[in-house]
Structure formats: C-alpha cells, structure tokens
C-alpha cells in the first residue's frame, strides 16, 4: 500500500500558519476518503520540529484540528504574553519552559512515547546538547533505542515522557531554558530545540526513518509508493542592510547568523527534495539553478513531494492579491509574538483561497493510493 509522510517545520508561534494549511488539507481528505476522516487516518508518519513537533503529536493522537487551532489561537497566545522579567534583563529565558510543559499535560498527561494511544508513527526533533548530536525520537517499535536493552545500557525510548520532549523540542535558547532528560543508568542527557539541528524542515529525516534499514519500515520507494507532504509556518529570507551588518556587535552578529542559518538548512532540505523526488509545486532554489522541474538526481523520482508554506514577503504576497504592511510583515517574521497568530491565521486561509492550483495539488497527493 502507498505510504505517506507528513512534515511539519518550526516557527514558534507561527504554527498556526500549518494548522490553517492542515484544516485544507484534511478537508481534501475528507472529500477523498470520507467526512469522518482524520489525518492521522491516511499519514503513515508525521512528525515535526518545534512548533511542528506540538502539532505532529496532537494529530498522531487524533485530536481535531479545532482543538489545536484553539491552543494556537487561546492557550499559547496567554503563555506567550506572559514574559519573565529576569529574561528581558538577559538574566534567564524569557518564558517559562516549566509553565509550557504544564500546558501539554493538559492534554496529554503523562503520555509515554510508547503509548497505544497514538494512531500513526510519530517522530519528534531535538537537538541533544551535551552531545551535540540531532535526536528524533520517535515510537517505532522496530527502531533502534525504542525498547530497554538486555544489559540496561540505557532507557528505552518506548518509555519517555511526551510532555518532556515536547518542551525539549521547543527550547529555543534564550526564549526557553534547556530541557534535561533521564536517559537512564543515572545520565541525563540536555536537550534545545530541534530547529538548532539541520531538521527545522524535517522532511528528509523522516524520509530516513522510512526509508534506512536501520528503523525496520523499509517502505518501498517510488512516487507511486511513497509520498511526503512537508508544511512551513512563513517563509522569508533574512536580509540586513550592509551597513548594519557591518557594524553590529558580537551578539546581534551571532544571533543574526544563526537564524540566517536555520534558513539556509531549510531551503537546502527544499532543495534535496524537490532533486530526490517528484515535486508537484516547486519553488527557485536560487538564481544559479532557478527551479529543478524534472531534473532529477537519480534516473527517476524516488517519491512524490508537496511543499505547503505561505511567502511572508511582500513581492510574493502581492502576486497573490494580498497586501500587507512592511510593519505587519516585520511581526510576522517573529515567532514570539502572540498578537500576530489569528492576523497570520486569516492571512493564510486568503493565501490558499488564492492558489488556483491548491486544490489539483493535493488531489493529485491522494490519488497516490487510498487510505
């Protein structure tokens, strides 16, 4: 049976840009496949970075895309709001991870990743610190490190707390403070965000987890086998005047280069992606190589790829029909801003009302197989 795999990027609370996404898409779904049909129904694998990560979880469990629309638009618009004195002083992190962990308890309570809950596979991004090495965890029962080895060298991942990794997985420094976690035999083992990892679009290591003998799924390749819908939450390039650039500080410098580079790996991923597999909408890669159309690395595609994301810039914007203020725009990039999630909500459901091939695309997706 075909196999498909849902990817969802970073962005803070610019999430809600993929929840207004992910509310068409299953509304295509369910002209497809039925009203009562939810996408963890026909993604075999979801999983996300950051922000991704949050919204990957709640729809391998099921929940309606309502209910995440509400903690987008309710919840994590309060605890944003809720800055910490200490971290506009640089003294701390801004929010506080502990009160983010309390809001997924909620929900979830004391999920394990190991739990029958889950509907789908599920993988979440981080970046383990203290070894700096990319962690996707993920509850593949044929994956390496998912059940206690025999000599009880570590702990099974089967076995970790959702909550847990979920604010690991958005501890964007200096926004949340980095999350410790028992690895078992008495380490502990830190962990940040995953969009510090080259995966802030996760679309090509989860490709690994379906594809690398090593996790067991061994899913067959080909566009009419596997395809990967992969979702972002705004795209823009970071672009500095020269002469601020050239005179900022150590700091600013850092800060900026850093995030420059977080897009960077992602337009490299979009890149590897729409070179790998069969790409029904692609973007320029940049203007050595302008778009990839059917040029393929291998001698045919090895999946069908989508790439859902809203331009936050305003030439793309304008081609659209849509207008918005270099002010507005400058929020919109940040993604700690709860005032700018429902203004990014309704900006989105304008973008995709205006794509005259939106819904071709992903009908196109689903007749790839059925659920």
């Not at 469990?61 to 509400?70: A, F, K, Q, V």
Request: proline share 6%; charged share 20%.
């Amino acid at each position: 049976m075909p196999k498909r795999i849902l990817a969802l990027s970073g962005g803070g609370v610019r999430g809600i840009v993929e929840v207004a996404f992910l509310e068409a898409v299953e509304a295509a779904c369910q002209r497809s496949f039925g009203p009562d049909t939810r996408l963890c129904d026909v993604f075999h694998l979801v999983g996300g970075t950051s922000t991704g990560a949050l919204i990957a979880t709640a729809l391998a469990l099921g929940m309606p895309l309502t209910d995440i629309r509400h903690f987008y638009c309710e919840r994590a618009a309060d605890f944003f709001s809720r800055r910490r004195w200490r971290g506009l002083t640089g003294q701390a992190a801004v929010f506080d991870g502990a009160l983010l962990e309390q809001e997924f308890r909620k929900t979830i309570g004391d999920l394990t990743l190991g739990d029958p809950s889950f509907r789908t596979y599920l993988a979440i991004v981080t970046k383990r610190l203290d070894t700096g090495s990319p962690w996707v965890l993920n509850n593949i029962p044929t994956a390496p490190y998912f059940d206690d080895p025999p000599d009880g060298s570590f702990r099974g991942n089967r076995h970790y707390d959702v909550s847990r990794l979920l604010r690991a997985a958005t501890a964007a420094p200096t926004f949340f403070d980095q999350q410790t976690i028992d690895i078992g035999q008495g380490q502990e083992g830190v962990f940040v965000d995953g969009g510090l990892s080259p995966h802030n679009d996760p679309s090509l290591v989860l490709l690994r987890l379906a594809r690398a003998r090593a996790f067991g799924l061994n899913w067959a390749p080909g566009a009419q086998n596997l395809s990967v819908l992969s979702i972002g939450t705004g795209h823009f390039r970071q672009r500095l005047p020269a002469r601020q650039a050239a005179r900022m500080g150590p700091l600013r410098l850092a800060y900026s280069a850093l995030r420059g580079m977080t897009g960077d790996a992602e337009t490299e991923t979009r890149a590897m992606m729409q070179w790998l597999g069969a790409a029904q909408s692609s973007r320029p890669i940049n203007s050595e190589i302008g778009t990839l159309g059917d040029e393929f690395l291998m001698s045919e595609p090895a999946f069908s790829y989508l790439r859902l994301d809203l331009p936050l810039e305003q030439e793309e914007l304008h081609k659209a029909g849509l207008n918005v203020s270099p002010r507005d725009l400058r929020r919109f990039h940040r993604f700690d801003d709860p005032a700018t999630i429902t203004p990014l909500y309704n900006l989105t459901r304008d973008y995709i009302a205006r794509l005259p091939d939106f819904d071709a695309h992903l009908q196109r997706f689903f007749r790839k197989g059925a659920s």
